[in-house]
């Protein structure tokens, strides 16, 4: 059963997550939403997203999109999915937490649903970005995210490939450009 997937809904004190069971962990999250939202548009936005953004605007144009940048958007967009880091660990029930930066390489599965960055050039091509806090803290101000880049499939159109993955540093009240999961504690 190690490499199993299974996906359902989990209510733990009057709670609902979404949950995910793979790889013999289990993974709890808030639900995506319906919607797609340019990330500019968005109110309660933190006080640090306007230079990371531009920082990150700038990191996704010059290694992935190239300069012809013309839209950033947010694919199923759901306000609770997105939180500052104190929110992201508050979410986490009992017996659950972030998870670290190995198990975003090893454990964690490359769930390709969830809410993302829309990216694209005007030849049209996309790539989607998924922003994830983990445990790792860098200092007092600033925390590691997880980055996963997908880029759509040329034979499926509504398929998505994962293409890369890293850790990039995020300001802790970072607020709406980072998820929460959270991995059970044990086995």
């Not at 880091?85 to 090893?106: H, K, M, N, V, Y």
């Not at 980055?147 to 802790?172: H, R, T």
Request: hydrophobic fraction near 35%.
């Amino acid at each position: 059963m190690q490499d199993e997937l299974v996906d359902g809904i989990l209510t733990v004190g009057g709670i609902s997550y979404v949950w995910r069971y793979s790889n013999r962990r289990f993974f709890v999250r808030d639900s995506m939403g319906n919607k797609t939202v340019r990330l500019d548009t968005l109110e309660g936005k933190s006080e640090s997203l306007e230079d990371f953004y531009k920082k990150w605007v700038a990191h996704i144009g010059d290694e992935q999109v190239g300069d012809s940048l013309k839209t950033v958007a947010i694919a199923n967009f759901n306000t609770n999915a997105h939180k500052t880091l104190q929110q992201a660990i508050d979410l986490c029930p009992e017996g659950f937490r972030l998870p670290d930066s190995t198990e975003w390489r090893t454990t964690v599965p490359k769930v390709r649903e969830l809410e993302s960055f829309v990216a694209s050039n005007r030849y049209g091509a996309s790539r989607r970005y998924n922003l994830f806090w983990t445990s790792n803290e860098k200092d007092s101000e600033t925390q590691y995210c997880y980055e996963y880049v997908l880029k759509q499939n040329s034979n499926v159109s509504y398929y998505w490939d994962i293409v890369a993955g890293d850790l990039i540093e995020c300001p802790k009240d970072l607020y709406p450009m980072v998820q929460a999961l959270c991995i059970s504690e044990e086995e």
